[in-house]
T-cell receptor, first 115, second 114 residues
Framework: EPEVTQTPSHQVTQMGQEVILRCVPI?????FYWYRQILGQKVEFLVS????????KSEIFDDQFSVERPDGSNFTLKIRSTKLEDSAMYFC?????????????FGPGTRLTVT | GDSVTQMEGPVTLSEEAFLTINCTYT??????LFWYVQYPGEGLQLLLK?????DKGSNKGFEATYRKETTSFHLEKGSVQVSDSAVYFC?????????????FGGGTRVLVKP
């Protein structure tokens, strides 16, 4: 069964450093998403992406964050200058089309630790 | 804005017990409702969904009915197994929104003991 994959599974970085989290969505999916879950808190929406554009972003997704689909398979989340409060589990998700856009398939997550 | 409230855990049960996890929502539009499950060390998996009032979603013995009048989507399973130990998230998606984002509840940890 096709699945969303994410790399790395765990990333440790120092405050102020740039990080890139990588995702490979399911191959025929068209809609892509990033969510994050700070330890012990809710899963929070960050951004949705379709047709090489951001469809929607949350208040969390400020100028420090960016997303990109650099080729036909990868979908990346970049944090330019990490802060301690960026420490969280980051989940990538994808969905197949506009009719079933709500049916999102999640990757296993990348745990980001900012020290 | 949209929000989802679910009962706090942990919920500890014995095998074959009945499980209910309450979920209520607030939405400006006409949302679709979901339950996601997160097993230890894994990502979120879609467990079941309902897209309109009175729809019943079901999967793996779990059921939830979309109740518009009470804005609820409670998850139930008649006889849990140890393998059902996980964190369960109720979520909604406002189909009128451009980005199709999911809004999650806080999650309920369920521990099933043999």
């Amino acid at each position: 069964e096709p699945e969303v994959t994410q790399t790395p599974s765990h990333q440790v970085t120092q405050m102020g450093q740039e990080v890139i989290l990588r995702c490979v969505p399911i191959s025929n999916h068209l809609y892509f998403y990033w969510y994050r879950q700070i330890l012990g808190q809710k899963v929070e929406f960050l951004v949705s992406f379709y047709n090489n554009e951001i469809s929607e972003k949350s208040e969390i997704f400020d100028d420090q964050f960016s997303v990109e689909r650099p080729d036909g398979s990868n979908f990346t989340l970049k944090i330019r200058s990490t802060k301690l409060e960026d420490s969280a589990m980051y989940f990538c998700a994808s969905s197949v089309d506009s009719v079933r856009a709500y049916e999102q398939y999640f990757g296993p997550g990348t745990r980001l630790t900012v020290t | 804005g949209d929000s989802v409230t679910q009962m706090e855990g942990p919920v500890t049960l014995s095998e074959e017990a009945f499980l209910t996890i309450n979920c209520t929502y607030t939405a400006t539009g006409y949302p679709s409702l979901f339950w996601y499950v997160q097993y230890p060390g894994e990502g979120l998996q879609l467990l079941l969904k309902a897209t309109k009032a009175d729809d019943k979603g079901s999967n793996k013995g779990f059921e939830a009915t979309y109740r518009k009048e009470t804005t609820s989507f409670h998850l139930e399973k008649g006889s849990v197994q140890v393998s059902d130990s996980a964190v369960y998230f109720c979520a909604l998606s406002d189909r009128g929104a451009a980005g199709n984002k999911l809004t999650f509840g806080g999650g309920t940890r369920v521990l099933v003991k043999p």
